[in-house]
Structures are given as C-alpha cells and as structure tokens.
C-alpha cells in the first residue's frame, strides 16, 4: 500500500529520509488534501530509470520489428566475420 503524507511532516526530514530508503516504493506527498508531490531515495529512482531505459528499448525493439526492420542474426554474423576476417 503506498505511503501517503501531508506536506507539514516534511520539517522531520531525518525521519522522512528514513521512510524513504526503507520503503520500496514512492512516498506520496499531499497539500490541502491533494496531491502535491511523490519522493523517492535515490537508490530507487535509479532502479526507476534503469526499468523505463528497458522499457524505452523494448519499445524500439518492437517498432523495429513490426515495421520490418530486422536483419538475420545468422547473415549479420557472417558478415561481421568477412569484414574483420574472424
């Protein structure tokens, strides 16, 4: 369950920076109620980019695939082998 907080506990920020290298997850921040904010440690952001970075390659991947844009590995192998006489 995600960890919600209101902006006014944000002056403890020892005990924030605490909450976030324990949890796993994002800690949501809310102003009047609402929304305002999500923190994270550092450690999980980068795992965070690390993931969408993948997901960003997949993506291209796919594209890449779908609109025929492929060569076959067996060919592209022997080619490479010629060109740097392997």
């Known amino acids: 369950m995600p960890k919600i907080i ?3 506990d944000l002056k403890n920020t020892s005990q924030i920076s605490e909450m976030c290298h324990v949890a796993e997850e994002p800690i949501y921040i809310t102003k009047n109620g609402y ?4 923190i994270m440690s550092v450690e999980m952001y980068e795992i965070t980019m690390k993931r969408l970075n ?7 991947s796919e594209n890449q695939i ?6 076959d590995a067996r060919e592209s192998l022997d ?4 060109k740097y006489a392997i």
């Open 35 to 38: 929304g305002d904010m999500v």
């Open 79 to 82: 080619n490479l082998k010629k």
């Open 6 to 8: 209101p902006i006014k």
């Open 54 to 60: 993948m997901y960003r390659q997949l993506e291209l």
């Open 66 to 71: 779908d609109t025929g844009k492929t060569r």
